[in-house]
DNA sequence: TTGTAAGCGTTATCAG
DNA sequence: CTGATAACGCTTACAA
């Protein structure tokens, strides 16, 4: 394969010029740039990307950490990252991490290898301050998170939640709902989102949610409609389920269906097209617009804070 | 930031010496190791992993090309091609296309760049026989595509899917059914699977399917439920509904119940959760082993083809 | 076991 | 407008 140097040689000119031709320079003449183009094109020349990226210290490369690539949170996001990366040339680089400490570290050293410019965690198991400690270092490229950082001096995109979940409590309140089952992927401790909803319910209803009514670890399809059977199982009879996805709460009541059972309200999120046909109320968090916040942050030389209102989305009467 | 000369420096040993013990090589003396290594932490080093790749002309870096990021076809491979990269250590990077030729010329020109070692195109624009001759060339990586190349010299992995779809016509000629509707992504002549579905139904029923019943285009969940609306609209009165995916023939049967009305026989695919909520049968292409095939061929020296077959799914009776 | 020096292929600075 | 030459940071023969 040809390189620069052959280029020169074979035409005339040196390196420097060439370089010239390759990023579209001014100050080259146009007889020789034709000249340039024409060896180039006769050699079969490509320029190599690596040795591009080794001297101007750019790689394009934007690492997106992903726990699990099912959740459409996670799709979204990285939708919303990919769509904004390659409108501004960059390229989206998927890191599986499955909660995985030692992985995420893994990543943070790749970034502090220079393997990426930055890296966004849609979501992660090390804890938030040592994202931003290793940031701050500025030794590595940005690191973005896609939940609110609090005080941190960390680069943030995330949703909104909690007056949209008061919203939607206020919702189920005032249609006289009272036992309220809540679907949520991960336990209080471990997760904004559950924190959020929970929050929200104390605020509206001014207690705790019933400890029996809330289900965790509930991820995909299957699960909505596991949960569903649990409240049959058990007799516990809400009157109303809130849950993480409409898809997934589409499935609990497919489960109340299967039993002829009546089906409790339901409440949805993700405003996936099941709410639709099914002419329930959804939460929209608009992940995809984090995803492009991230980006647009990821290539910032700022550390900032992106929120993003997510939306009530009622039915239509 | 440190580099490995100013740890060959400090540690008063050559950058070869060095080198070694980044790379944990043989030849060096454990006093030699300990001192380097406390060197390169008091120092924070870390090798640039762009120079690496320079020096040995490898990215690790695998391109993915995807028209779209929403059909189950795309992000089964993309999973599939992702676990099988995480565990040889490779990385996977995004290529949204949109099935713009231009767009996926591009990448096939950073390919030659070395911005990858490979890319797999998971569909594509641009004829099978130009990516057959890029690769050829050998001046680029190797490009492995998901369908079938026929005799053309490109690595390929694809579901095997004829004989599938005639144990599928088998059974629902079997059960008597006659006026078949058919959901199609794409047109007959753009779409290997569409050929596939419509050879393998005239094999079965020694006759073409009725045009006014065969819908293209069919993408999306609400693409199902608006087929469905058509047939209706229109009064033709499919008997059964083939799809391409379990979930759009879920949407399909929800439009017969929204409008009170009989659902015909249906059959879906991609073994979704749907089909087994509904009972109805399905067909696995196990686009996850595809994937996984693409990822080993893309890194492989060798063109080759890697057939998988897919799996007709019949309900519990 | 360790060191020297030549790549890897560009870009960027600074003269001319 | 054009050209030397020094980075960029690492790997790897080849010597010693």
């Known amino acids: 394969m040809a390189?620069?140097?052959d280029i020169a040689k074979a035409s005339g000119y040196s390196v420097s010029t060439v370089s010239r031709v390759i990023n579209h320079r001014k100050y080259v003449t146009d007889q020789v740039r034709q000249r340039v183009?024409?060896?180039m094109r006769d050699l079969d020349y490509v320029p190599n990307a690596v040795a591009r990226d080794l001297s101007t210290g750019k790689t394009h490369n934007i690492?997106?950490?992903?726990?699990?690539?099912q959740h459409p949170y996670f799709t979204q996001i990285t939708n919303g990252v990919m769509e904004a990366a390659f409108a501004a040339g960059y390229r989206v680089v998927l890191l599986p991490s499955k909660y995985d400490e030692r992985v995420?570290?893994?990543y943070l050293e790749q970034l502090r290898?220079?393997?990426f410019d930055a890296v966004i965690f849609t979501s992660r198991g090390v804890p938030l301050s040592e994202l931003a400690r290793d940031d701050a270092h500025k030794k590595m490229g940005r690191i973005v998170c896609c939940e609110n950082p609090g005080d941190l001096p960390l680069s943030a995109a995330f949703t909104e939640r909690n007056s949209t979940y008061e919203t939607a409590f206020e919702w189920i309140k005032k249609r006289g709902y009272k036992r309220i089952g809540m679907l949520l992927s991960r336990e209080y401790a471990l997760s904004a989102t559950s924190q959020a909803m929970i929050e929200a319910y104390k605020d509206v209803f001014h207690e705790l949610p019933r400890p029996e009514l809330v289900r965790t670890s509930v991820v995909n399809n299957q699960d909505g409609y596991?949960?569903?059977q649990y409240y049959i199982d058990n007799d516990l009879q809400p009157d109303?389920?809130?849950g993480n996805g409409d898809d997934i709460v589409a499935n609990a009541r497919q489960c109340y269906l299967d039993h002829g059972l009546v089906v409790p309200g339901l409440m949805g999120q993700e405003h996936q097209l099941s709410s639709t046909l099914l002419h329930i109320p959804t939460i929209d968090h608009h992940f995809n617009e984090v995803g492009r916040r991230a980006f647009e942050l990821a290539v910032s030389d700022h550390?900032?804070?992106r929120p993003v209102a997510s939306t009530f989305i009622d039915v239509d009467e």
């Open 240 to 242: 109303f389920i809130f």
């Open 113 to 115: 290898q220079r393997a």
């Open 63 to 69: 690492g997106v950490v992903l726990p699990h690539s």
């Open 3 to 5: 390189n620069i140097h």
């Open 104 to 106: 995420e570290r893994h």
């Open 226 to 228: 596991d949960s569903a």
């Open 37 to 39: 183009e024409q060896v």
């Open 303 to 305: 550390v900032a804070q």
